[in-house]
């Protein structure tokens, strides 16, 4: 089968351009392996928190951005045309694999946050968990989310954050953030990615802070989970317009073109 050509999202801006992808030689193996190995283990410890930011998601479109070895497809709904975002070549077997042994059908993107390959008010849903500490440009990454989200769509997210000020917490992730960083492949430890979410222009945010507990990864043990809500009513089209609908109804086509026999597509620029 013919892997899915990439369709533009604006017209004013060529998004169908070369997908962003990277692959970091043996550091970007390594962390494969790790993310694969202790998936049930970093689930585990976060479970409460993508508890409270995953609930009630609805069966739609559904895009996860940094979907690494596939550890949140147990928190997308049956029925939903589920659409991987993931640049890291060394994450892509892994998430692939994962995707065939649980029988979910998937479209991969290799693509960058900041500039997704998809149209304008096309998808129900926007997930990601441990993802925007290591995007280049998170304020660029949230305002492709909030394009790509239909209005009255979520944004649903579990990141970790920098500590409060002047606590020991705080003292250890600006010690570790340079090497952190370099084994991490690019990992911030000091973001406030939630001042970020919060001044995004949302409609509604719903934001909680937490430690994770029972973790061993102290550096990255302050997170923050939750969702916002993109404006219903915001200038341009509604949920229910014709070029909303065609948007969405375009993309579920794409998907169900690719996905017919074939569970983990590839998309090809």
């Known amino acids: ?154 944004f649903r997210f579990v990141e970790h954050v920098a500590a409060r000020p002047i606590s020991p917490r705080r003292w250890i992730q600006t010690a570790l953030a340079g090497p952190w960083s370099w084994l991490f492949e690019g990992c911030q430890l000091c973001r406030n990615t939630e001042e970020l979410i919060r001044t995004a222009g949302f409609a509604d945010v719903h934001i909680r802070r937490h430690r994770l507990r029972l973790s061993v990864f102290l550096p990255v043990n302050t997170v923050i989970s939750g969702w916002a809500v993109e404006h219903p009513d915001r200038p341009g089209d509604s949920p229910t317009s014709p070029s909303t609908r065609a948007n969405r109804d375009g993309v579920v086509r794409r998907f169900a073109a690719v996905t017919d026999g074939v569970q983990c597509p590839e998309v090809a620029s």
């Open 1 to 154: 089968m013919r892997p899915l050509d990439i369709v533009a999202a604006t017209s004013e801006t060529d998004r169908t351009a070369a997908p962003s992808t990277f692959h970091n030689g043996t550091i970007g193996n390594v962390n494969a392996w790790f993310f694969d190995t202790f998936d049930r283990y970093i689930n585990f410890v976060s479970r409460r928190h993508k508890e409270y930011a995953f609930a009630d998601i609805r069966p739609g479109v559904v895009l996860e951005l940094g979907a690494g070895v596939g550890a949140n497809f147990d928190h997308v709904p049956p029925r939903s045309h589920l659409i991987a975002v993931e640049p890291n070549e060394a994450m892509r077997p892994r998430l692939a694999g994962r995707a065939r042994e649980r029988g979910i059908e998937l479209e991969l993107v290799g693509a960058s946050a900041e500039r997704l390959p998809l149209p304008s008010d096309s998808m129900d849903t926007v997930i990601c968990s441990l993802v925007l500490c290591t995007v280049p440009d998170p304020r660029a990454a949230v305002g492709e989310i909030r394009r790509v989200l239909r209005p009255g769509g979520t």
